[in-house]
């Protein structure tokens, strides 16, 4: 079965540096991706982690424990238009990918 | 290439009609998926195939749920006899093997 657990809503500040985690149980792990989506849009690819370890790209940073089931999504100077919902995602055999439900992230000034 | 697109944008519909969702795909992806997101949620899966075959679908989905690509390059969703529940956005997204998603801007479903 697949079981993805992540935080409902996070609340930053502009400038700030948020981490976002994520816990999964995936029967055929191949790897996890994490989206970007903002109110009314459609996701927006981000991150793709296969290997433990940490993957930086930008402001964003995606680190993966495939023997812990876990994962973290770090945005760093964070900006009003980050807020939006961020999925956690992991892939099972045949890559096909399965969604939490999301965790909100409001940023303040 | 302009990315996924799907069509029509919005569909209003009343219960017990038939409806057909179009997308298409980015030419060179192999794979297209559809989701189906409700308010709050994540995506949920609901189908995909690889080239022409439809490799997997949801046991989620009900028989009133259809999906085609029968030439490995756009898709119809169909869904038979709408009922409320089926109100939502569907979502079409393509990509290579292993590779992440592109999502089209989906299809909002209004069943009334």
């Known amino acids: 079965g697949q079981n993805i657990d992540q935080p409902t809503e996070m609340t930053a500040t502009e400038g700030a540096i948020v981490q976002i985690n994520c816990t999964y149980q995936t029967s055929g792990f191949n790897g996890l991706f994490w989206y970007q989506q903002h109110a009314g849009e459609a996701p927006t690819f981000l991150s793709y982690n296969v290997l433990d370890g940490l993957e930086e790209k930008g402001r964003f940073s995606s680190f993966l424990s495939r023997s812990k089931g876990y994962s973290y999504l770090l945005l760093k100077e964070l900006q009003m238009k980050d807020s939006a919902s961020y999925l956690c995602a992991p892939t099972s055999g045949g890559f096909k990918t399965i969604f939490g439900a999301g965790t909100r992230l409001f940023v303040k000034a | 290439d302009t990315g996924v697109s799907q069509d029509p944008r919005h569909k209003i519909t009343k219960r017990g009609q038939n409806v057909t969702f179009r997308c298409d795909p980015i030419?060179?992806?192999?794979?297209l998926y559809w989701y189906r997101q409700t308010l709050g949620q994540g995506p949920e899966f609901l189908t995909y195939?690889?080239?022409?075959?439809?490799?997997?679908k949801s046991r989620l989905l009900s028989d009133r749920f259809s999906a085609e690509r029968p030439k490995g390059s756009f898709s119809t969703l169909e869904i038979q006899r709408t009922e409320q529940g089926d109100s939502a956005m569907y979502l079409c997204?393509?990509?290579?093997?292993?590779?992440?998603?592109?999502f089209g801007s989906g299809t909002r479903l209004t069943v009334v």
């Open positions: 030419s060179e992806h192999n794979r």
């Open positions: 195939f690889q080239n022409e075959a439809q490799l997997e």
């Open positions: 997204a393509s990509s290579l093997t292993g590779e992440g998603y592109t």
